[in-house]
């Protein structure tokens, strides 16, 4: 959390961050005045911008999008959808995207709120709900550079949908997966066309059951590369 906090006010590098830290026996501000002596804080192509629900950052070549929800667990509403299809139409000339969810989880998933309120909705009103999240999940497939993905706690439902969008899915040894939809009645539409060519005929199991999976199920299946116990080092190396 410390290194995560430096980089945010210095734009340093991760590994320097760490450097940082550790020259200065822990103490934030001793950090960031090493940093600064060293020439390392402040660099001019490191910008932060801010929408209600995603943080973007840009750190020289690196192209960091944020779900920052986690009061709400980063669950998918249609402002967030909205938001994460606007941060990935465009990356500029970014060599890597790297996505992340702020929080204890990645993303929850839909958030009870929205789904609720699609009741009051008309048949052209819900096609055209989830025609806007497809096209998210598209803009994350197709992103013409590479997406790598830190994954940790929860990615359930639409979670694991966007995990299926990764080019490199990276996540923690206790992260958890599943396709819950089924228990709320409905099937996993929307995001069938990005999970079916990653887990094959591992979606007839996990589409039928919704059950849960762990991070080295999701392994083995093929939705997630690499299962670690150090996220932010294996994100950074990529």
Same mark, same amino acid.
């Given at each position: ?19 940082? !830290? ?7 501000d001793a950090a960031k005045d090493w940093l600064r002596e060293k020439g390392l804080a402040g660099a001019a192509d490191f910008k932060v911008s ?7 950052? $840009? *750190? ?19 402002? !967030? ?8 139409? *465009? =990356? ?38 989830? !025609?806007?999240?497809?096209?998210? !999940? ?8 590479? =997406? =790598?993905?830190?994954i940790q706690g929860y990615a359930l439902g639409g979670g694991s949908g966007v995990a299926a969008c990764l080019d490199i899915g990276i996540a ?9 939809? =089924? ?14 060519? $990653? ?29 670690? *116990? ?9």
């Amino acid at each position: 959390k410390d290194v995560a906090a430096l980089r945010k006010v210095t734009g340093a590098g991760m590994m320097d961050c760490k450097r940082a !830290l550790e020259e200065s026996g822990g103490d934030l501000d001793a950090a960031k005045d090493w940093l600064r002596e060293k020439g390392l804080a402040g660099a001019a192509d490191f910008k932060v911008s801010t929408m209600s629900g995603v943080r973007i950052a $840009r *750190d020289g070549q690196i192209h960091r999008i944020t779900l920052a929800k986690p009061e709400r667990r980063n669950a998918f509403d249609a402002e !967030l959808i909205r938001e994460l299809h606007e941060a990935f139409s *465009d =990356v500029g000339d970014a060599r890597v995207v790297v996505l992340a969810g702020e929080g204890p989880s990645f993303s929850a998933g839909a958030d009870v709120e929205w789904q609720r309120s699609a009741v009051e909705l008309s048949y052209d009103e819900n096609v055209e709900d989830a !025609l806007r999240l497809y096209r998210m !999940l598209e803009a994350i497939d197709s992103c013409p550079a590479p =997406v =790598v993905g830190r994954i940790q706690g929860y990615a359930l439902g639409g979670g694991s949908g966007v995990a299926a969008c990764l080019d490199i899915g990276i996540a923690s040894e206790y992260a958890m997966f599943g396709f819950s939809e =089924v228990k709320l009645g409905i099937i996993p539409a929307v995001i069938s066309p990005f999970v079916l060519p $990653r887990i094959g005929a591992a979606a007839r199991r996990y589409f039928l059951t919704g059950e849960r999976f762990d991070a080295p199920t999701a392994l083995r299946i093929g939705l997630v590369s690499e299962v670690c *116990d150090e996220l932010d080092g294996a994100v950074e190396r990529g």
